[in-house]
């Protein structure tokens, strides 16, 4: 088990979690493995997996971001508005859309990097200002996504839904970002030591703020995606769905470090995964939603504990103690 990388071991658990997940849906006389419950999982998988392949980037680079339900929600609304139900507008309103968001991640990336805020806290006034905006212009769902647009949301190859495949197809460009690009390098550089980073001569302000633009857009790509199933735009459905947490967690359960630096894109969407099918399992079991915050949060403390535990048994030991040989040869 020590020489499973972070990642390994996440996908050893997502791999528990289908075998339990199985077990226990046969009880009910269910087939967890029928197209119709694929689908469903990989669907619950869509939304949070977008916020989540974000959330990484961030992370990465030693920030968090915590104002990516009010971009879902304000993005849906946005497209939604522009669209008003005519499929010629549809370009327009994801234009519109992801442009506010791109915005809104710029705004937190420099406030972040040049007034050195912290992620945390310049995030959540973002979320803040967003959430005021949202309650003081929307009393309800506004907007509406013409029928093609819908299609989105609605068309599976088989048993996989689109939007699942839009979803990894993100998450590849993120893998190639960080993986192949000079600027996937620094982000890494930067979230592990900013300070060590800047000595060394790179620009630590920018993969940081590309961090977050990335994020806020990815965000908004779940609001559209959102708005392509529910066909109308909503204020409250991106705090409805505890995006915030729901991703932190799953970049945490994939094996990322909160302070920065460590962690991959597999390993998220294998967090999210684990996710999708505890919530497929608990709702076939009929599980009580409480119970089920419950069970997320013993998932993600464990996870947590076993990392930081691995990184434990790992530190080289500053004294080692004497063997019965050695103290007898030390006293002889």
């Known amino acids: 088990m020590k ?58 680079a030693g920030s968090l971001d915590l104002s990516v339900p009010y971009v879902v929600s304000l993005c ?64 309800g769902s506004s907007g509406s996504a013409p029928r093609d647009f819908r299609l989105v949301g609605a068309t599976q190859i088989g048993p996989v839904p689109i939007s699942a495949l839009i979803m990894l197809g993100c998450a590849v460009l993120a893998i190639v970002l960080l993986r192949q690009t000079r600027l996937g390098h620094h982000l890494y550089a930067t979230g592990g030591n900013r300070d060590v980073a800047r000595l060394s001569g790179l620009r630590t302000w920018l993969p940081v703020v590309v961090a977050h633009v990335l994020c806020a857009v990815l965000s908004g790509v779940a609001g559209l995606l959102l708005l392509s199933r529910l066909s109308v735009g909503s204020p409250t459905i991106g705090t ?24 991959t894109i597999t390993g998220t969407l294998a967090g999210v995964a684990i996710f999708a099918v505890m919530d497929n399992v608990m ?34 030991a500053r004294f080692e103690r004497p063997t019965l040989l050695k103290s007898i040869e030390e006293t002889s």
Do not use: C, W
């Not at 069970?295 to 790992?314: E, K, M």
């Open 76 to 139: 849906s609304l946005v497209a939604g508005g522009v669209m008003a139900g005519q499929d010629a507008d549809i370009v327009p309103g994801v234009l519109a859309a992801l442009g506010v968001a791109a915005a809104i991640g710029l705004v937190n990336g420099l406030v972040v990097t040049f007034l050195d805020v912290h992620g945390f806290i310049a995030t959540l006034g973002m979320g803040l200002l967003i959430s005021g905006y949202l309650a003081s212009n929307y009393q």
């Open 3 to 60: 020489r499973l990388t972070s990642t390994g071991l996440v996908f050893g658990v997502l791999a528990l979690a289908i075998v339990v997940g199985s077990v226990l849906t046969a009880t009910q006389g269910r087939n967890f493995f029928s197209s119709g419950n694929t689908s469903s999982i990989l669907t619950g998988m869509s939304v949070l997996g977008f916020i989540a392949v974000g959330q990484t980037l961030v992370i990465l």
């Open 240 to 263: 409805q769905g505890n995006y915030a947490l729901m991703s932190i967690a799953a970049v945490v359960l994939g094996g990322a470090v909160l302070a920065g630096g460590k962690g």
């Open 283 to 316: 709702g076939v079991l009929e599980v009580n939603p409480f119970l089920k915050d419950v069970v997320r949060g013993v998932v993600i403390v464990a996870a947590v504990a076993v990392y930081a535990r691995r990184d434990i048994d790992r530190r080289p």
